[in-house]
């Protein structure tokens, strides 16, 4: 089944990049492997998706400890501070720093490893009051500053997520946000070349306004039995 789902996502991914004029290769495909048992994270192995994405802490650890080969684990999920020890050793790249506070503790544990940590600024591009990230934009710089001070950390770009809804303009208003917080801040001197957005419900969208990373489950995996 995820080989089948996987193809079907694949190809939809590259009709949509011919369509709108973007460059396949710019595009990693993250599959959210979060509450899947380990049997189904080896079918997605064996399937070809070695770019995997959790949303807990220890979930993440206990997976990593669990596999070997060239997986690269991505945390999505809000992260807190007392978790950070849980995911540093393994993840190649941190989705969700929403404050200074958090940058200076994933930057305290990389720095124990003799490691560069690769993460994005997790940022609110919509109202839903459920939703983390950094919405004021004065804010927004001044954590993209602190991030390059910090010997140990990479920033790379910005990651958002969209309003749960069915209205078109609101999701890709939302991803047109990210994208022009980013070039403010390239205009500043940072030199970003990430976008964590687009997930089952509107990827397409995403790649139409620029997203490098799709953070996809229900579409390879199905529908979750929490």
Not at 39 to 63: M, P, T, V, W, Y
Not at 91 to 105: F, G, Q, Y
Not at 184 to 192: E, I, P, Q, T
Request: hydrophobic share 40%; glycine share 6%; charged share 25%.
């Amino acid at each position: 089944m995820i080989a089948e789902n996987l193809k079907a996502i694949e190809e939809k991914i590259a009709q949509k990049c011919l369509k709108s004029g973007r460059n396949l290769h710019e595009i990693t495909l993250v599959a959210v492997s979060k509450t899947q048992p380990l049997q189904i994270i080896q079918e997605s192995i064996n399937a070809g998706l070695f770019n995997l994405g959790e949303n807990k802490a220890q979930e993440l650890r206990d997976k990593a400890d669990s596999f070997s080969g060239n997986i690269k684990w991505h945390f999505i999920g809000h992260l807190q501070t007392n978790k950070v020890k849980y995911i540093i050793k393994h993840t190649a790249l941190i989705h969700s720093v929403d404050s200074i506070k958090l940058a200076e503790e994933i930057n305290r544990r990389a720095e124990l490893l003799n490691k560069k940590q690769d993460v994005l600024l997790e940022i609110k591009t919509s109202d839903e009051a459920a939703k983390y990230g950094i919405a004021d934009e004065k804010e927004i710089f001044n954590t993209a500053e602190c991030c390059l001070r910090l010997s140990n950390l990479n920033l790379t770009g910005l990651m958002t997520m969209a309003p749960f809804t069915e209205k078109e303009n609101d999701i890709r208003s939302s991803f047109i946000k990210l994208r022009n917080i980013k070039d403010k801040l390239n205009s500043s001197g940072f030199n970003l070349t990430q976008l964590s957005m687009g997930m089952t419900n509107d990827y397409e969208i995403a790649i139409e306004e620029g997203s490098t990373i799709l953070r996809i489950g229900t579409a390879i995996f199905g529908q979750r039995n929490y």
